[in-house]
């Protein structure tokens, strides 16, 4: 079982920058595609950078260049590096492990193969 709590969200500037975490709890931390997903109010469940088993990334396009998606093996912690926050990044942001699937469904964040999920955490971005 893996349990993956998020923190670092709250209330920003458009231009300016956060960082989310998400610690896990179990075993299998080091050997899983991770990713992030956020979703707005009134909006489906989005993916929005993905960090593969082999270490290779995945970005949504709203995020390019803005977003990087890293992660600590040793403190079992994946992180989200947000820059230059636009109003329309206002969502709720959730870690996710994937526990079905492989390479193509991670960096497809495809949301079924996802099997664990944080509770989330807020991100506001005021213009």
């Known amino acids: 079982q893996v349990k993956l709590v998020e923190s670092g969200g709250g209330p920003v500037q458009a231009g300016g920058s956060l960082r989310l975490s998400c610690t896990s709890s179990?075993?299998?931390?080091?050997?899983?595609?991770m990713a992030w997903f956020r979703q707005a109010r009134g909006k489906e469940r989005e993916g929005v950078a993905a960090l593969n088993s082999d270490g290779r990334t995945s970005y949504a396009d709203s995020v390019k260049g803005r977003f990087t998606i890293s992660k600590d093996n040793g403190k079992k912690t994946l992180y989200l590096q947000m820059d230059s926050l636009k109003p329309e990044d206002t969502s709720m942001y959730y870690c996710a492990a994937q526990t079905l699937g492989g390479s193509w469904a991670c960096s497809s964040f495809a949301r079924p193969t996802f099997g664990y999920w944080g509770q989330g955490t807020q991100v506001t971005v005021s213009s």
């Open positions: 179990g075993s299998t931390y080091g050997n899983v595609c």
